[in-house]
């Protein structure tokens, strides 16, 4: 079983994001980087197929040259190789841009199963498996909280509100997973060190044939014109309570429009 997950490094939720005022783009050189969150959960369940089923895993990653970082996390989790599409010309593509240099990437491997998180942190569009899906001209399987493999089919049940939709479809297929699936291992230190070895190899659009003029901040089908930081936080507005506070209160809130 040939197995492709797909990583993506993002800066930190947790940390103060920014954007770029050069290009108004995502300010990625200064920012706390890390492997998108819900591709972990990807990574897991990509290597618990792998020990299920044998055969071996693939990362595959589109970014600058600081997303090697998030490649070697996943390689010492337990993925076998690597692939690192980084060229300039992609900076400042939108999710069509970028699904063409993933489907084109992906066109270069062999794969039974591609396994990607639903969404990436920084853009929260949830597009990427779809637009895969369209351009591979795969079956998607979407919103997995569990994945079996059944000989050729891949077998999925969806959250749904008060239980699941249970969906199957043949191999190869794109499965998309949220953060219900499993619980992503720790890299032991043995993996860590058994990362470094491991082949990442890395293409920039020539070798997978892609026109940069496709790609890019230029051929985006959206720009930010401008923006601004977010304003200082005010003092509040105190309602002194003179036998009338709670009379004060409401139409303070009435006049928010909060009630």
């Not at 070798?207 to 601004?228: H, I, K, N, Y």
């Amino acid at each position: 079983m040939n197995i492709v997950v797909l990583v993506k490094q993002v800066p930190d939720s947790g940390s103060e994001r920014k954007l770029d005022s050069s290009d108004n783009t995502v300010a990625r050189a200064g920012a706390d980087n890390v492997v998108n969150e819900i591709d972990e959960y990807a990574i897991e369940e990509a290597l618990a197929v792998k020990e299920a089923q044998g055969g071996e895993v693939t990362v595959l990653s589109v970014g600058p040259d600081s997303a090697t970082d998030a490649i070697r996390k996943a390689l010492s989790m337990g993925a076998d190789k690597a692939v690192h599409v980084s060229d300039p010309a992609i900076h400042g593509s939108d999710a069509i841009a970028t699904s063409v240099v993933l489907a084109a990437a992906l066109g270069q491997l062999e794969y039974d199963l591609i396994i990607c998180g639903a969404e990436a942190t920084d853009s929260q569009m949830s597009v990427m498996p779809a637009l895969l899906a369209e351009r591979l001209g795969l079956p998607q399987v979407s919103g997995a909280r569990k994945l079996t493999i059944d000989g050729s089919t891949v077998k999925v049940e969806r959250q749904t509100d008060g239980g699941y939709w249970a969906l199957e479809a043949p191999l190869p297929a794109i499965v998309s997973t949220w953060d219900t699936i499993n619980e992503p291992r720790y890299p032991s230190f043995k993996g860590i060190m058994a990362a470094k070895k491991k082949p990442v190899e890395t293409k920039t659009l020539a070798d997978l044939g892609v026109d940069p003029s496709t790609v890019g901040l230029g051929a985006a089908a959206s720009e930010v014109l401008d923006f601004a930081g977010r304003p200082p936080k005010g003092e509040g507005v105190k309602v002194p309570d003179e036998g009338d506070g709670a009379q004060k209160f409401v139409d303070y809130l009435a006049g928010q429009k909060i009630v």
